[in-house]
């Protein structure tokens, strides 16, 4: 269980647009099955979702919603989410470990990725088990998978003109200096509901069937 102190370290960011809104719903049932995290802070655009506390960023590029919603975060740590970022097992010790290596090893980020999707990746080995060191030629510096970040190193990548592509091609320059890292959980974490285009995955029928839930 989270204690008040840690909460008081980290923020939740769950980023949704008009579009993606009732995608929501199933996020936010599995975020609390799953975590003892605070109630995130949902960056949308115009449109709100009756239940659901959504800060309406207006008709804005991504980078720019995001840019001026991280001025209402007071934590030193954020958490990155997408609203079809579907939790699907417990992910509190991942992220109790995730805050302990940022703070031991004074890295910018730990994203929390199974060592299935490591192919691409260039990692150097540390002295912490399942935690890599992202190199700097390694093209995936600024990936916008599940993870901590420092809060300074997160606003330092984004630029209020950028796309979730942008962020993630564009802003690993910001990162050369920097330490990045995986911790791997050897296992999925989260299922990618959507892909581009609101695509549904594969699997998405069976795996709303393993938990219980409906989209229509």
Known sequence: MYTENLNKEITTITVTCDSYL????NFFTLYKKYS????????GETKSLEG???FTAGDKPWGERIYN???????EYILFTLEDYYFTTYVDKYIQESLR?????NFDKVALISNSHFRGYKLAYTDIPNFYQMLPNCNNLAT???????????EKVLDPAYSPWDFEIKGREALLDD????????????????RKGKNLSDGWKEFLTKEKLTYK
Do not use: H, M
């Open 179 to 194: 330490k990045c890292g995986i911790l791997d959980p050897n296992k999925e974490l989260v299922f990618n509901f959507a």
């Open 101 to 105: 290596i940022l703070k031991l090893k």
């Open 52 to 54: 659901y506390d959504i």
């Open 22 to 25: 009732d995608l929501l719903p």
């Open 69 to 75: 919603s991280l001025k209402r975060i007071k934590t």
């Open 144 to 154: 916008l998978q599940l993870g901590i970040w420092k809060k300074e190193s997160f």
């Open 36 to 43: 003892n995290l605070p109630e995130p802070l949902i960056i």
